[in-house]
Each structure stands twice: as structure tokens, then as C-alpha cells.
């Protein structure tokens, strides 16, 4: 294709005149005939300078008959400014979060996370709330903020609709109270309670552990550039609220009990270097990799064997939204989804069709073919590349 292109290009040059270096003495004229020959009497620089080219006019030339691309070179005095631009790009190549993703960020204590330099290595503590309840969310701010653990106590009421309460207790001081109609819940207002007091931003992001932030409608798209068996999907999917690989693959073989065994087996080795040896085992897939503790090694195992089970999925980001949050509804959720249903089913008329259902129909239809569709899409760059 290239070359067909630079053809095109040349024949459409050919009556363009070439730079006057090039043309010789000799070089016939338009009309026939021999040019005429003038003497003059010139210096040598200006003999030399009219016979050569100048770069610029040799550029000018191939412009019009080749594309040009710019390659970038850079050069560095010394191997310490080479290390630190190359470490600045792959900064910037690093993929980031899923735009509108909320953060907690809390300063950590310096005395108990220091080395023994006397420097604090880690100066502030950051966690996704999304899919996370008040009382996690509570649990880790406090652990990592005060490096104490949050009680509770619980007292019992006298009052029907809500005989239980909880109070919240950190480092010998009360902060949040709750009430509910069993402990849980009590448990999970006082944390609410509690959160809104440590962090004031936080009551427009978890109201309790009923209301827990939807992550069924949020952009996958992020994962879709990240393979399967890629070393950051275990920290990606904690920063962004997904669950972990494991959790994935607990969730594939939970709803594919038919294939046979799906019992998990690992076994770790270690090995030289301050390596181990992670294998993992389900039914007839095996999965080896090496990784610094048992933790790394489930999850890279779990994307190893994720990646045997579904060798047509390239991207994390289908996984995710085939076992991930919100691609299985929970009992709470398919009961509302009926009773929408049903209410849609009493605004029917006699003898005329109900629009109301026809519209549900429509929605739900939607749905199932977007999928396909991006499937199909996914497909075709695939034979295309």
C-alpha cells in the first residue's frame, strides 16, 4: 500500500521541475533544441555553491516524493538523567483509574512507619470505597489512621421496631451510635455515624451498609486494554473496587459446577533466591508461577487458570463483566426488578396493548444486544490484526 502510494506520488512530480543543481548543461530544452551557451566568469565558492545543493532544497525535493516521519532522539549527559527520564515514561504510560473514581487518602503515622534511617517511607494511606461497606471502610481508616481496631457495644432497648443500639469505640472514645432492629444493623449505623464524624466528605458517598456504592454500572472500559495474565490486576482491581482474580475465579467455578471438578488445590514451594513456587490446581488445569509470597501467588495462579478456561477472552476487562460486580443480581434486586414488573402489568387497559410492558421489552432487549455486540466488534479487530 505504501508503495503504490509513493507511485502515485512520483508520476504526479513528473512534470515539476527539478532544482537547478541537478539540471546539467546539456539538458534539452522544452521545444527541441540544444540550449545556448553563455560564458561568464565566476569565483570558485561561487562555481561550487551554484553546481551543489543545499539541504534545505534536497528536503523541499523529497518532501514531494517521499513521506517524511520524526523520530525523537534524545540524548543525556550522564546514565543517572537517562534512568530518570525513562522511569518519568513509564510513569506516564502506567494506566490510571477509571475517571470519577473517589479516593480516601489519610495521612499515616510517622513513628510507627518508619526504617531505620529514621525517614517515614509511607506518607499517606490510600483506599477505594467503592463496594465496600461502612463498617470495612471504618475497619480500615482507623487501623491504618490510629493503628487501633474500632469496638462496639451493643446495648439492648426497650423499643420494638428498634431494641438494639451500638456505639462506636476508639482508643477509649465514643463516637457513632446506632440503632436498628438487630445488631448488624446497628453495627452498621454507628460505623455510618462514625464516618460521617471522622470523614465529612464521606456522607455523600456511603449511607450505611444497605446503600453500598453501585458498581454494576461502572466503566469497564478501563480493564479492556489490560491481558488477563497481566502482574497489575490484582492491584487495579483493589484500587478500583473490583474483585480480585481469585474472587473471579471462585465466581467461574461456582456458576460452572458442570465441567466437572472445580476444587482449588495449591501448593507452594520455595525456592532459591527468596522465590517461591506457587502452584495451582483445578480439575485438569494447572497453573506454575514464581512470586515473592503465597498472596501474589494466588492471584497470578487464579489468572493463569482464568486465562486456561477462557482462551477466546483476551482482556480483564471481559472477565470482569462476566463475573464481576453486578453481573449476577442478587435475590434482593431480581425481587424488585418482579414487583417493577408487576406494577407495569396493572396499568394495562382492556382491548388495547400495554405500552408500559412493550417499553420494558424494549429496555431489556437493549441490553442483551450490547453485548453482541461489543463482542462482535472485539472479533473483527481481531481478524483484522
Not at 488477563?228 to 459446577?257: F, M, T, W
Amino acid at each position: 500500500m505504501k508503495f503504490l502510494k509513493l507511485k502515485r506520488k512520483t508520476r504526479h512530480l513528473i512534470d515539476k521541475p527539478l532544482p537547478k543543481a541537478i539540471v546539467s548543461e546539456n539538458t534539452p530544452t522544452t521545444n527541441g533544441q540544444d540550449s545556448k551557451i553563455i560564458a561568464k566568469v565566476e569565483s570558485v565558492q561561487e562555481n561550487k555553491k551554484e553546481k551543489s545543493l543545499n539541504y534545505m532544497d534536497v528536503r523541499n525535493y523529497c518532501s514531494h516524493l517521499f513521506e517524511f516521519q520524526e523520530i525523537t532522539i534524545r540524548k543525556f549527559k550522564t546514565w543517572a538523567d537517562r534512568r530518570r527520564d525513562l522511569q518519568m515514561r513509564k510513569m506516564q504510560q502506567r494506566p490510571s483509574l477509571p475517571e470519577g473514581t473517589k479516593l480516601i487518602t489519610c495521612p499515616l503515622p510517622k513513628s510507627n512507619d518508619s526504617d531505620a534511617s529514621g525517614r517515614n517511607t509511607r506518607k499517606e494511606f490510600v483506599m477505594n470505597p467503592a463496594g465496600k461497606s461502612a463498617v470495612c471502610i471504618l475497619h480500615e481508616f482507623v487501623q491504618h489512621a490510629e493503628r487501633v481496631q474500632p469496638k462496639y457495644v451493643f446495648k439492648e432497648l426497650e423499643n420494638a421496631s428498634m431494641p438494639y443500639s451500638a456505639t462506636v469505640i476508639i482508643n477509649g472514645m465514643e463516637y457513632g451510635v446506632g440503632f436498628g432492629s438487630s445488631k448488624k444493623q446497628a453495627k452498621s449505623d454507628a460505623a455510618q455515624a462514625t464516618l460521617e464524624i471522622l470523614i465529612p466528605d464521606m456522607k455523600n458517598i456511603t449511607q450505611g451498609e444497605s446503600k453500598k456504592v453501585d458498581t454494576s454500572m461502572q466503566d469497564l472500559s478501563f480493564f479492556d486494554d489490560i491481558k488477563i495474565e497481566d502482574q497489575r490486576v490484582s492491584e487495579l482491581c483493589a484500587k478500583a473496587g473490583q474483585h480480585s482474580p481469585y474472587q473471579i475465579l471462585v465466581e467461574c467455578l461456582r456458576r460452572n459446577s458442570g465441567m466437572g471438578d472445580t476444587d482449588i488445590q495449591c501448593e507452594v514451594k520455595l525456592v532459591k533466591h527468596q522465590k517461591n513456587e506457587f502452584t495451582m490446581r483445578v480439575g485438569q488445569k494447572t497453573a506454575t508461577v514464581m512470586c515473592r509470597n503465597k498472596r501474589e501467588g494466588k492471584q497470578r495462579a487464579a489468572q493463569a487458570i482464568l486465562q486456561q478456561l477462557h482462551p477466546q477472552i483476551n482482556s480483564w476487562g471481559s472477565l470482569l463483566r462476566l463475573y464481576g460486580r453486578g453481573s449476577c443480581k442478587t435475590p434482593k434486586e431480581k425481587k424488585e426488578e418482579e414487583q417493577k414488573i408487576t406494577e407495569l402489568q396493572n396499568t394495562a387497559s382492556a382491548n388495547r396493548p400495554n405500552y408500559a410492558i412493550l417499553k420494558k421489552l424494549k429496555e431489556e432487549m437493549l441490553k442483551l444486544r450490547k453485548p453482541t455486540q461489543e463482542m462482535n466488534t472485539t472479533m473483527q479487530i481481531m481478524n483484522n490484526s
